[in-house]
């Protein structure tokens, strides 16, 4: 339905309905349309987090997840405080400690994100919880 639907309400409401399903299968097109520069920032958004529902099932260590936070890092740049927010919450669902310093930076973004709750920060300060209890989880865990 992507290939032929223009109309941005309806390309979000397909992305969001393929989030989920949380299935691997839409993982590149996730990505490819979050780094799409042509598409909607709303679309673009939906993308972002549509990772956030699949990123469990990815290995860090892997290309796949190697092309998407490349994506979301660029993201982070993005002029829509919409994506920015997005991606701050992907980065956060990774449980990834390498992304602390990035996640640290976007703090200082007070956009509010429309639609959202709060600023891009505040979600950036959830993220870096996400991440620090993910961290703690696996040292109980013996991992």
Excluded: F, N
């Amino acid at each position: 339905m992507l290939e032929v639907e223009s109309h941005v309400d309806a390309r979000h409401g397909i992305l969001h309905a393929l989030s989920w399903h949380a299935d691997l299968g839409t993982w590149g097109l996730m990505v490819r349309i979050l780094a799409d520069p042509q598409e909607a920032p709303k679309v673009r958004g939906q993308a972002a987090e549509g990772l956030s529902y699949m990123v469990y099932k990815v290995k860090m260590d892997s290309r796949e997840a190697e092309v998407a936070i490349q994506a979301l890092l660029v993201a982070l740049k993005d002029p829509s405080p919409e994506v920015r927010y997005c991606a701050v919450h992907t980065l956060g669902a990774t449980g990834h400690l390498p992304l602390v310093p990035v996640l640290k930076e976007m703090l200082a973004d007070q956009t509010p994100a429309p639609g959202w709750v709060g600023t891009v920060g505040e979600e950036a300060s959830r993220a870096l919880d996400w991440i620090e209890r993910a961290h703690l989880q696996r040292l109980k865990d013996g991992l």
